[in-house]
């Protein structure tokens, strides 16, 4: 039984996937949607390691895209991989293209209208040392967490 929220596509991109224990391979996707990919090829003892996947999409112009993910299973089509965060501006080209891959494209707008993406950053800002805190499809960024302890007030 299938318990994915989001769309899949069955499309088949070129990429290079990292894992955290060092190793570093081509591969391929079967499917992808908004929050992750199944891709081919699965080394021993991948699950529950952090990953970064970078797939070549498009058709006339062809752009990269990088994910940051977790390896959630493993079986003989290959692995799963969850989208943890990726780049704001490579999520609108990434969003653009599947919309453009999909059936209805509304389907995958009302996907990212009810927040089923993974969290979005600009990574540019990482480069250079300074931070940033997640933002929303919209735009805005996201609401910061609130402290602990209540601050006081005067009276």
């Not at 299938?2 to 591969?27: I, V």
């Not at 799963?80 to 990726?86: L, N, Q, R, V, Y």
């Not at 919209?138 to 602990?148: C, F, Y």
Request: glycine share 10%; hydrophobic share 35%.
């Amino acid at each position: 039984m299938e318990r994915r929220k989001n769309l899949r596509l069955p499309l088949r991109l070129s990429g290079h996937l990292s894992l955290r224990d060092g190793s570093c391979q081509e591969t391929e996707t079967s499917d992808i949607g908004l929050r992750g990919a199944q891709v081919s090829r699965a080394p021993d003892g991948a699950v529950d390691q952090v990953c970064i996947l970078n797939l070549f999409v498009g058709e006339v112009e062809v752009s990269s895209v990088t994910f940051e993910g977790r390896v959630v299973h493993a079986d003989g089509k290959g692995l799963g991989i969850e989208f943890e965060s990726m780049d704001t501006k490579d999520f609108k080209a990434f969003m653009a293209f599947l919309a453009q891959q999909a059936e209805n494209a509304q389907v995958i707008y009302r996907e990212v209208a009810t927040g089923r993406i993974p969290l979005l950053m600009d990574w540019s800002l990482f480069a250079s040392g300074r931070k940033q805190r997640p933002t929303r499809p919209d735009d805005t960024p996201a609401p910061e967490s609130q402290p602990s302890d209540p601050q006081p007030t005067g009276g």
